[in-house]
């Protein structure tokens, strides 16, 4: 080895090193300066940890020739060993692709200790020019936690905290925010999460955005809670990135970028399947989810069960629920009673633990919910009802709704329906969707209140704003009938069946459907008319089957066929259509 090497190496002992592989870019052609990259990124690392060592492209070289290798041979999956071999305490590799004239970079960043993944990041670019351009903020979101980790004199001021460290900060914290917490445990509870977010602890970042969704210990706050989960994504918490991806996909807490969406599903895809890896069950959840939901590619509900199941064997009870759904569904998998009774057994007593314990008021609701809806066996509201009032209590808007409904209907508790309008209103102000259209319900009915069309027409616009696919539907119905008060507004009731429909409500596509026949508040079109049929029909609404009969009986947007045509009768009839089952007579 060369002197001046081992000068360097010595003089780096006392300090974290960082090694920057040779990025892998065998698919983006023979005019890209690699090197140009992974010394872009060393320049951010310096910038960002100036007190950890950032090994420079020569000490690299030299060290792996010493072991027999040369830089080039080190890109792609050996990344963790190399950085082991140059005794480096972080890795950093990349990789640059082209598809077509757009070039993309993504970045990985491992702790070579355990083999954790502590962030990744994206840049993208029409051009060479314009990759250029976003490769530098891409290294800077990369290298992002490194400026929390340790100097050679041990964690920097900024780290230095009341509580101790940050995970103890984290570890005290959550133990205060449990269902039963008074009002000063959880402040308590919020500072601490506080601190050890400041800190670069990423979780701590997520947990704090959970409060300030809620108001819990801190006033309600969708853009603070916001700002946690940018934060605690840019600190590497999968949970984070997840969450701030949904977002952005929906467009309900910030500005609706479905690009930017979709880099941060696949950088929360990484890290929590290596924090799954690692045995976090909750991580596997959400893993499952993105598989599931297709944020990353098509849906992949088999691979989705993979990972709840890993996260129901780490001990997380939703993600057993997760199992037990996918097979009371068939999703990705035959239906299986008795799987489903056997995952849900398994997840209430990991519920009941969490709950009692201190866990994520959630999984009080969520206890609720199994019992309530006898997954477990028989139904038994009267013990999810106290679950319900403890997690609405703590701020959990759907489990006000949950007990609105049960003293709604007197099940399990004695029938209140001036209590339920309470609590349906309590989730309504926290943004429960379902709790909004049930109050719109109890208003346009005279039941716990006086009768008030305008104020349930509001409130089932409202829950249509939360894309509640049943309010979206009422919406629609009484603007195309000029009903409750209101003129009538084809173009507006089109536009909120459609919500409806896209939100999975059958009766929501049948409507549009017949919007798109008879060219009212659409334009006319009568095949997307008997798609929409279609769709209705096979979601078993009857009028949305009689009117696919019709279509086929009288070839309006499809081919004539009468034999098709009395099948949907007989499923139109059977499901309660009255027209149906006249026409299937008069055939007779």
């Known amino acids: 080895m060369h002197l001046a090497l081992l000068i360097l190496t010595f003089l780096a002992a006392e300090q974290q090193r960082v090694a920057v592989l040779e990025f892998d870019a065998a698919k983006a052609g023979s005019d890209i300066d690699r090197t140009y990259f992974s010394d872009l990124v060393r320049g951010e690392v310096h910038k960002a940890a100036p007190q950890l060592f950032v090994m420079t492209r020569e000490s690299t070289v030299q060290l792996l020739k010493a072991s027999g290798k040369k830089l080039e041979d080190c890109a792609g999956e050996c990344e963790v060993e190399t950085g082991k071999m140059l005794g480096a305490d972080y890795v950093v590799s990349g990789r640059i692709t082209k598809v077509g004239t757009r070039y993309s970079l993504t970045l990985r960043l491992h702790a070579t200790a355990t083999g954790e993944l502590l962030n990744t990041a994206e840049a993208r670019g029409k051009s060479l020019d314009a990759l250029v351009d976003e490769a530098d903020k891409a290294a800077k979101e990369l290298v992002h936690p490194l400026a929390l980790a340790p100097g050679p004199s041990g964690p920097s001021p900024a780290v230095a905290l009341k509580c101790g460290s940050p995970a103890h900060c984290f570890d005290t914290a959550y133990k205060l925010q449990g269902k039963d917490a008074t009002a000063a445990q959880l402040k308590q509870a919020a500072d601490l999460f506080t601190q050890a977010c400041d800190a670069g602890h990423g979780a701590a970042c997520f947990w704090r955005s959970v409060l300030y969704e809620r108001g819990r210990g801190v006033a309600r706050s969708a853009s603070n809670a916001t700002a946690s ?81 890993r996260g129901c064997d780490a001990g997380e009870g939703h993600a057993c629920f997760q199992v037990a759904r996918l097979y009371r569904a068939g999703r990705g998998v035959a239906k299986d009673p008795e799987k489903v009774a056997a995952f849900a057994a398994k997840a209430a007593p990991l519920y009941q633990k969490s709950c009692d314990g201190g866990g994520p008021i959630d999984d009080c609701h969520r206890l609720g919910v199994l019992l309530d809806d006898g997954w477990t066996g028989e139904e038994q509201p009267s013990r999810a009802a106290p679950l319900y009032g403890a997690a609405c209590e703590a701020g959990l808007a759907v489990s006000c709704t949950r007990l609105g409904y049960l003293y709604a209907k007197g099940s399990g508790l004695e029938k209140d329906e001036a209590r339920a309008a309470q609590l349906f209103h309590q989730a309504c102000e926290g943004d429960d969707a379902t709790g909004c259209f049930n109050l719109g319900n109890l208003y346009a009915n005279g039941r716990g209140m006086e009768k008030d069309d305008a104020r349930a027409v509001q ?32 173009p507006r009731a089109a536009q909120s069946f459609k919500k409806s429909c896209d939100g999975g409500d059958a009766s929501g596509c049948n409507e549009l459907a017949v919007f798109y026949r ?16 279609q769709k209705a029909c096979a979601a078993d609404d009857a009028n949305g089957c009689a009117n696919l009969g019709e279509a086929y009986q009288y070839g309006i947007g499809v081919q004539k066929d009468e034999p098709r045509a009395m099948e949907l009768f007989k499923k139109a009839c059977g499901g309660g259509n009255k027209k149906a089952c006249d026409d299937l007579a008069a055939k007779q």
């Open 229 to 309: 989960l940018k934060r605690g994504c840019d600190a590497g918490d999968g949970s984070s990135c997840y969450f701030l991806a949904e977002s952005y996909r929906t467009g309900e807490t910030l500005e609706r970028d479905e690009p930017r969406a979709a880099t941060l599903y696949r950088k929360a895809s990484d890290l929590l399947r290596a924090s799954c890896a690692g045995g976090n069950g909750r991580d596997c959840r959400f893993a499952g989810h993105i598989l599931e939901e297709g944020r990353t590619g098509e849906p992949d509900a088999p691979q989705a069960l993979t990972f709840y199941a």
């Open 518 to 533: 008879n060219g009212t508040g659409l334009p006319k079109d009568e095949g997307r008319a008997a798609q929409l049929f």
């Open 459 to 490: 409130l089932y616009q409202k829950a249509c704003d939360g894309n509640d696919a049943t309010g979206c539907y009422n919406v629609g119905f009484i603007y195309s009938r000029a009903i409750m008060g209101v003129q009538k507004d084809e």
